[in-house]
């Protein structure tokens, strides 16, 4: 391919990884792969929006602080940088049950995208380059380079695709379209095609923030405080829970009307979502104003959320009112809002689209089945959201790491943590619109909560190579003493004493007749294992977060053990490998649409096979006749 650029010349610095993208994605397989061993290098478009928050600027929320805690637990780095830099915290959902708990914290976004620049400049075999990559090199079907608008190639042994919402991106707002990266940043036009010419799918995908208003022109006396918790829970299990007890700044809350609803639906003909003028698909699950306006006829007003987008600004971030509206219309409607009725606009909302791949070419350790050494992650594969974005990216680099290396893969199943699903998600199902991680996508959502993250993957972690020793024996060290505590209130008898007597009654519980365990209180929906250390006299002085493992695993004994089994037939299904060479068209008694479906993905095991898109459970039985023939 030829572009404008200067003459093609070699780069003599030799890589083994070289990652393009500095999003979250990237920076989280840039690190991985360089803390691996691997020199490793990370092009960006520029090195101003490395980690860049262009949407939201938080990390976390409902589903999404899980991911950041697996991301931690295997080594990475999203939720030390939250801890160092977040404004505000808060734990979602605590009124319902530990598996939906989730972790949010508001960014200072200036702050966290400085603080991850500097963990990347520190880190040893990685360099930062900012040029746009316009090819990937290959020989054979391997990766063997990439090479920039400069003309420059630089070899390497693998390649991971992190472009985001770069590729071929288009900002849009009423008859405003500019062919810019989000932010204004420049974008990145020239690698789809070198990808469409390595046979690869692409869609046409968008996404789209709010406007920005000026601080000093919001009447907060008319909406609602926010405020974070009191007591901070930290993303990383690295973090001291007293370093992040810190003053916290608010957010707002306030509301859409009629009035506002009207001025959408007036203007609805200027509005590129519906005249066509916009042409990729958007998230279904973060919708702009003018979608929700239109599908939810009925709906009164809608919540609208203020939040700083840092310390040293006065921008503030309009939550949940994202738009692709005429710069008149946007404040037209923002100041029928109550409290921005004054409202001035810092930047204008706009809708965004960008090409990205359908990931069902990629094979489940985020390599493309036909291209060796080619990786990819992040909204690239058709995802959405930082969180989900940085869970792809440090899979995809320690599994870069590993094919240089001849180390076995990192795969995480559905069983093991939310990254599991959401890259079985990706490369198993049709999607035809950004994918956004959700609680109710985990099938044993009681047994992958977000505090219990480093127990389920840190062990992966280590053996990857990203925990060291001494993190992996606090590990073991918690895991010894949950297993003693749990077993020590199962075998400590509490008698019907006045005092313990007294106690239930100030908790509302029903008064003992006779004699029972610790652990049978501490089954009781209104006890826990806090509230009965005043009756329990052997107690030890443990950390916070064993005593919470073990009042959890106590006080859901039964329903964890019902998912254990159910986890032991998914292992079946799972274990059950399907041959990669396996000709389908050898099976006669498959439907059509089964055999063309499991042709395309080829699926790495039987349970996979079952989560295909129109492969019958039918279909799953002729293909275990035919493997046990």
């Known amino acids: 391919m030829k572009y404008s650029a200067n003459s093609v010349w070699e780069n003599k610095d030799e890589y083994d990884v070289a990652v393009i993208g500095a999003g979250h994605a990237g920076c989280e397989a840039a690190l991985a792969s360089a803390r691996l061993g691997c020199r490793t290098v990370m092009f960006t478009v520029s090195v101003d929006s490395i980690a860049l928050m262009p949407c939201n600027p938080n990390i976390g929320g409902s589903s999404k602080g899980h991911l950041v805690r697996e991301v931690d637990a295997l080594g990475g780095e999203m939720g030390k940088v939250i801890d160092r830099t977040f404004i505000q915290s808060k734990m979602l959902n605590r009124s319902k049950g530990p598996a939906v708990h989730s972790l949010r914290a ?26 746009e990559v316009t090819d990937i090199l290959t020989e054979d079907g391997h990766v063997t380079g990439v090479q920039t608008y400069s003309g420059a190639i630089y070899r390497c042994k693998a390649a991971i695709l992190c472009t985001g919402t770069y590729l071929k991106a288009r900002c849009i707002y009423g008859d405003v379209s500019m062919h810019t990266g989000p932010n204004g940043l420049q974008s990145a036009d020239h690698l789809t095609d070198c990808l469409k010419s390595l046979g690869i799918r692409m869609y046409r995908f968008k996404t789209g923030t709010p406007a920005r208003i000026d601080r000093n022109s919001i009447d907060f006396s008319r909406m609602e405080e926010q405020k974070g ?54 998230p279904r699950y973060c919708p702009s104003i003018e979608d929700k306006v239109v599908k939810f006829p009925d709906k009164e007003r809608h919540q609208v959320f203020i939040e700083p987008e840092g310390i040293h600004t006065t921008e503030m971030y309009v939550g949940g ?51 060796s050494g080619l990786f990819s992650a992040g909204q690239f594969n058709g995802s959405s959201g930082y969180e989900e974005a940085a869970a792809q990216g440090i899979i995809a680099g320690i599994n870069a790491a590993g094919k240089i290396q001849k180390k076995d893969p990192v795969v995480i199943d559905r069983s093991q943590g939310y990254i599991g699903v959401l890259i079985d998600d990706l490369v198993t199902k049709e999607s035809h619109e950004p994918y956004r991680m959700m609680t109710s996508r985990a099938e044993y959502r009681l047994l992958l909560r977000q505090d219990n993250a480093d127990l389920r993957l840190t062990k992966i972690g280590y053996e990857a190579g990203l925990i060291d020793e001494e993190r992996y024996q606090r590990l073991l060290k918690k895991e010894q003493m949950i297993s003693e505590e749990t077993d020590r209130a199962e075998h400590t008898n509490i008698g019907t004493s006045p005092e313990v007597q007294e106690l239930l009654k100030a908790y509302g519980s029903t008064p003992l007749a006779s004699g029972t365990t610790l652990a049978e209180l501490i089954r009781r929906p209104e006890l826990t294992y806090e509230s009965l250390a005043p009756i329990d006299k052997n107690r ?53 649409e089964a055999r063309q479906k499991l042709k395309e993905i080829r699926p790495a095991s039987i349970g996979q096979a079952s989560r295909i898109s129109g492969v019958s459970p039918a279909d799953i039985s002729v293909l275990l006749v035919y493997l046990n023939a």
Not at 544 to 554: K, T
Request: glycine content about 2%.
């Open 540 to 592: 030890k002085e443990l950390p916070w977060d064993v005593a919470e493992q073990v009042n959890i695993n106590i006080k859901y004994d039964g329903y964890i053990r019902r998912q254990m089994r159910q986890v032991e037939q998914f292992k079946k299904m799972e274990n059950r490998k399907i041959p990669q060479d396996i000709d389908y068209d050898a099976i006669p008694s498959l439907r059509i």
């Open 106 to 131: 508001q960014a200072d976004k200036d702050d966290y995208s400085r603080t991850m620049r500097q963990v990347l400049e520190d880190q040893e075999r990685l360099d930062i380059r900012q040029m």
């Open 321 to 371: 009112m994202s738009s692709s509206l005429p710069e008149d219309v946007q404040y037209a409607m923002y100041r029928s809002v109550p409290g921005l009725e004054h409202a001035k606009i810092v930047r204008n909302a706009y809708a965004i689209e960008y090409d990205c791949i359908d990931a069902r070419q990629l094979k489940a350790t985020l390599e493309f089945r036909e291209i």
């Open 229 to 282: 918790d009191e007591r901070v829970v930290p993303f990383s299990f690295t973090t001291d829970p007293e370093d992040v007890q810190k003053d916290q700044v608010s957010c707002w809350l306030t509301y859409t009307n009629e009035n506002t609803h009207n001025i959408i639906r007036s203007n609805l003909d200027r509005s590129p979502l519906f005249s066509g003028a916009i042409e990729g698909t958007g």
